[in-house]
């Protein structure tokens, strides 16, 4: 056998051998590396590549022919080559890039292109240096170069590096001239406060990044027009503010030119405030609000009173509003049950629905500039929840004979029917929720009696599907039970868990039901209410029944946090509403006590 170096390179080396005269009887040939067995090969080659080796290094090689034999007995060698030794080669670095041509694209950016390097084995990379820093290292022939400043000449130069770190020498500079940065930055969007409790007090301020043509070098922060800093990331904690007090947060994108964006500003107490919105001597149930398009806050209730110039225990529904005050809607001639819904129409008119004893489900609306009530033909229930459709109908999800059922105005009839097949979807004895979509889709959620937590929805023109969100088990799974639909057609709920005393929330933002824990310090989670702000946030109200209080939780921050409201009074009954302004603001609405209808919000005004 006759061995020979076939080539030799800074990081590789290839040989070659010849059969042996007895070739019939191989199975393989092992290469030998300085003494060891580093490769088997097999009969039919006649050469083999050794890599990993390095520059500058010196190598032996033989060539061992061996046969299987008789069985059992493994491979024995059958010829042997000669020694061949190599040294491996110095390493030479890549040649110089050629033909670097520079394109200015705006005051931050330019793109640099070459012709490639060639190198013995192979190009690595290439590094973009300017005044002796590297300011890019590529893999391919271009580089867009950002972050740059403007009004400013560059000289770049480029240099190619191979596996074995050797650099070529630098290309001859290019240089050129970014432009002056004229154009302000966008103004940042979504910014949010929120108050975090703690020693000490802090605000947290957060919003999304601006764009610009350039780079942007930061954010200029002020608290009440008073300049508090400037920063490169997308937050600001501000420390050590004081109690009940509103603060107003500003901000601006600031380039590398110097430009400034327009403000942006929000709102946010460090405490939150109540105000009672109206009273009475007895007792307030289950209450229903909407804000208006103008910031109104409208409330329907049913309530038991006894009060100036009434001869007995009355029962009622009223309406009050901040614009109007009180005005009643239905009296006792109806035998008022214990809930009631509310919704507003994009004219602006009220449309409230509650069950009674006597005629069954009763709907109200004010389309006449007073409130109107009559029974809903064919419909006896209660749980009711109120939705105004696109389509202008009202509707109401209610339960009826523990059947979940959809009421829609069809004028001068209503249409009543089961949600699902009869007697496939039965509900329990938990209120409904109800919501439309962007697609005029309509949703409704609800508690079955076998204590399952379930969605349900039907397209326009289509039929009802129905879907197990939260199994349980559990005798309350879903009691307080509220829902909303994002911009994107996502349904978030929030309801109370018994088996654990805490408050649940579920989405289908991943396309399946996902489920988790928001609150569960103490016995809390009933009566809860959902919101969602602009930047897609949610904000929910709810009681701890263990405490008594109001409370409040949001996951702006990425995580859910969860602040009490309302300590002062009992808040144990009568549900909550929240809204979140277009400024941030967030209100609730709930009962205190027994007779007080209150507004909290985290605004000092």
Excluded at 21 to 32: D, W
Excluded at 240 to 263: I, K
Excluded at 469 to 483: A, H, K, Q, R
């Amino acid at each position: 056998m006759s061995l020979t170096v076939l080539a030799a390179r800074p990081s590789s080396i290839e040989i070659g051998w010849s059969a042996p005269a007895n070739f019939s009887s191989v199975c393989c040939f092992q290469i030998l590396h300085d003494g060891v067995v580093e490769y088997q090969a097999d009969r039919a080659d006649r050469s083999a590549t050794l890599h990993g080796v390095v520059p500058q290094s010196r190598h032996c090689f033989r060539v061992r022919a061996m046969s299987s034999g008789f069985p059992l007995m493994g491979l024995f060698m059958v010829a042997e080559s000669n020694t061949v030794c190599v040294d491996v080669p110095v390493n030479s670095p890549p040649t110089v890039p050629q033909d670097v041509e520079a394109t200015v694209l705006s005051p931050a950016r330019v793109d640099l292109r070459w012709s490639p390097s060639t190198d013995e084995e192979a190009v690595a990379g290439y590094r973009v240096y300017e005044a002796g820093s590297v300011l890019a290292d590529v893999r391919t022939n271009e580089a867009l170069l950002t972050d740059l400043d403007p009004a400013r000449t560059y000289c770049f130069e480029v240099a190619a590096y191979d596996d074995f770190g050797a650099e070529s020498a630098h290309s001859a500079p290019v240089c050129v001239d970014t432009p002056a940065d004229s154009m302000p930055p966008s103004a940042p969007s979504f910014l949010r406060a929120e108050f975090v409790q703690g020693t000490p007090n802090s605000i947290h301020v957060w919003w999304d990044a601006a764009a610009d043509d350039g780079v942007i070098r930061g954010y200029e922060i002020a608290r009440d027009g008073a300049p508090l800093g400037m920063t490169t990331t997308q937050e600001w904690d501000d420390a050590a503010v004081a109690p009940f007090t509103e603060y107003r947060y500003s901000l601006v994108a600031v380039d590398a030119g110097g430009n400034r964006s327009d403000p942006i500003e929000t709102r946010v107490t460090t405490s939150w405030r109540a105000v009672v919105a109206t009273s009475h001597y007895g007792w307030i149930y289950e209450t229903a609000c909407v804000l208006d398009s103008v910031g109104v806050l409208h409330v329907v209730y049913r309530m038991d009173s006894f009060e100036s110039g009434q001869t007995g225990w009355v029962e009622q529904v009223r309406h009050w509003s901040s614009g109007l005050g009180t005005i009643i809607v239905a009296e006792d001639q109806f035998q008022l049950e214990s809930d009631c819904g509310l919704a507003i129409a994009p004219d602006g008119t009220l449309h409230a629905a509650f069950g009674t004893r006597s005629s069954g489900l009763a709907y109200a609306n004010d389309v006449s500039g007073s409130w109107q009530t009559a029974a809903v033909a064919g419909a006896s229930g209660r749980n009711v929840s109120v939705l105004v459709h696109s389509s202008g109908n009202p509707m109401i999800s209610f339960r009826d004979d523990d059947q979940v059922r959809l009421a829609e105005a069809n004028p001068p009839d209503w249409i009543v029917e089961a949600i699902g097949p009869a007697g496939t979807v039965t509900g329990s004895s938990f209120p409904t929720a109800l919501a439309e979509d962007s697609t005029g889709a309509v949703h409704v959620a609800f508690q079955s009696t076998d204590a399952s937590v379930r969605h349900a929805v039907r397209p326009v023109a289509g039929t009802w599907t129905v879907e197990v969100v939260d199994p349980g088990p559990g005798t309350f799974l879903g009691e307080s039970i509220s829902m909303i639909v994002d911009s994107m057609d996502h349904v978030h709920l929030t309801y109370y868990d018994d088996r654990t005393e805490a408050l649940r929330y579920a989405s289908n933002q991943t396309g399946a039901w996902v489920t988790s824990v928001i609150d569960d310090d103490g016995d809390v989670g009933t009566e809860s209410s959902v919101a969602i702000d602009a930047a897609g946030s949610i904000h929910v109200s709810y009681v701890s029944e263990s405490a008594e209080d109001l409370k409040y939780a949001t996951n702006a921050s990425g995580a859910w946090r969860t602040f009490t409201v309302d300590s002062a009074s009992d808040v144990s009954h009568g549900g909550t509403s929240i809204f979140v302004d277009s400024f941030g603001i967030v209100r609730i609405v709930y009962v205190a006590g027994s007779g007080e209808i209150r507004i909290a919000a985290n605004d000092a005004n």
